[in-house]
């Protein structure tokens, strides 16, 4: 199950300390627990070094290492799920301190990114050789820990000396796991339906078999964020698996991970566990590509990747072995409307919503949104919404 094991990443997160990350079959990053990430102007930056090292564990239940041409250095270890390979990498660290000075003067860096290399430097832990075959014994036995449901027996001291334990609790504990996992994949299966209502049913904040108020008793903050983690993380899986974009799965995984991490209190987290649920929900319902064929599935994300930029029709024929003429009306036939008015509608909806969450100039936004004219952008969207940007924004539409 990948709750058990995003549950197990997240032990390795805390006994190591180091930016956490599992990666699926598919080369896809299904969980991470970052501490920090590497800025853009560094090799490694966006998860590639992450993804790069996934592809080169050729051996199952092998522990590697991998150096990026900075000194970044990862751990990485490939196990067999349900018959499917997955990998987890845990890092960067450094071994050495690099030579910052040459560093600069090899990758000729600015002012800034001379700045974001001596921040970066400052984060990442220098790890001993001792701390890292601590590491590398954890991850070697990270299917051990995953399959693992432990059950400590308690004893306690009396004047006879005798103990108790509570091994009668078992057959009760084993069957709250089975009901779990039946609950999960209920839950799941509604998640990838787009029903929200059946998902919040089966698994809400006040859900008290998804409390596991076992782990961390004396840290309910940190016990909710990391279940909470998870939730997100199966989230995430769910809407792939009704082949919602990978960039909009992105986009709303990163803002709830900003969030997780914020959390102050219990109640906050359990309010984000319940918008979560319904925002992925709401996102498979109305993102789904279940119904368009192949080709036009991967024009549709690549239009939602691309969408503030000037489409050039043939360029994107050629990007997927087609006609120009012939892509044109296999988008118009199978979505009802041509590839410009579906890129149109893709700006005027993140401009709504730039409006009604970021504090910013109209003409700001319609530069984000991809208009470089701010008059046309205000005609466009007025004659989509029936507003201006500005009347929409102060209507709180």
């Not at 067999?80 to 990758?107: A, H, R, T």
């Not at 009760?172 to 919040?200: C, P, S, T, W």
């Not at 080709?295 to 489409?311: C, G, R, T």
Request: with cysteine; aromatic share 10%; net charge negative.
């Amino acid at each position: 199950m990948y709750s058990t094991i995003v549950s197990t990443a997240i032990k390795v997160s805390h006994l190591t300390q180091l930016n956490t990350y599992v990666v699926d079959m598919n080369g896809d990053v299904i969980f991470h627990d970052e501490k920090f990430s590497i800025p853009d102007s560094m090799p490694g930056a966006k998860q590639k070094d992450v993804l790069e090292f996934f592809h080169k564990l050729k051996q199952i239940n092998q522990v590697y290492t991998y150096i990026n041409p900075w000194g970044l250095c990862y751990l990485g270890y490939s196990f067999l799920e349900e018959g499917k390979v997955n990998g987890i990498i845990i890092g960067p660290y450094f071994e050495v301190i690099p030579d910052m000075y040459s560093l600069v003067l090899q990758y000729n860096l600015t002012i800034q990114e001379s700045a974001e290399l001596r921040s970066l430097i400052e984060k990442v832990n220098v790890v001993t050789n001792e701390q890292i075959s601590s590491f590398e014994a954890v991850l070697q036995q990270f299917n051990s820990i995953m399959g693992a449901e432990i059950i400590p027996v308690v004893i306690y001291s009396n004047e006879n000396g005798e103990s108790k334990d509570r091994d009668a609790k078992v057959g009760d504990k084993a069957n709250l796991i089975q009901e779990r996992y039946r609950i999960e994949n209920d839950f799941m299966h509604a998640v990838e339906k787009g029903n929200k209502e059946e998902a919040l049913k089966l698994i809400n904040s006040g859900n008290t078999l998804f409390s596991f108020s076992e782990r961390f008793p004396n840290q309910p903050l940190r016990r909710l964020k990391n279940l909470t983690i998870v939730l997100n993380t199966l989230l995430r899986i769910a809407a792939g698996n009704s082949n919602v974009p990978a960039i909009l799965i992105h986009r709303i995984s990163e803002r709830f991970s900003y969030r997780i991490e914020n959390g102050e209190n219990v109640a906050a987290l359990r309010r984000i566990q319940d918008d979560m649920i319904g925002e992925y929900s709401d996102l498979v319902k109305s993102n789904s590509l279940q119904h368009y064929s192949q080709m036009i599935q991967k024009v549709i994300e690549h239009l939602m990747s691309y969408y503030d930029q000037q489409i050039d029709k043939n360029e994107l024929a050629t990007i997927f072995h087609t006609h120009p003429g012939n892509l044109s009306r296999k988008f118009k036939k199978e979505t009802g409307v041509t590839i410009t008015e579906y890129q149109q509608n893709l700006r005027i909806n993140q401009a709504i919503h730039l409006l009604k969450t970021e504090n910013l100039p109209v003409d700001e936004i319609a530069w984000i949104v991809g208009y470089r004219d701010p008059s046309y952008f205000g005609r466009v969207f007025k004659k989509e919404t029936g507003y201006s940007p500005t009347a929409y924004r102060e209507n709180g539409f």
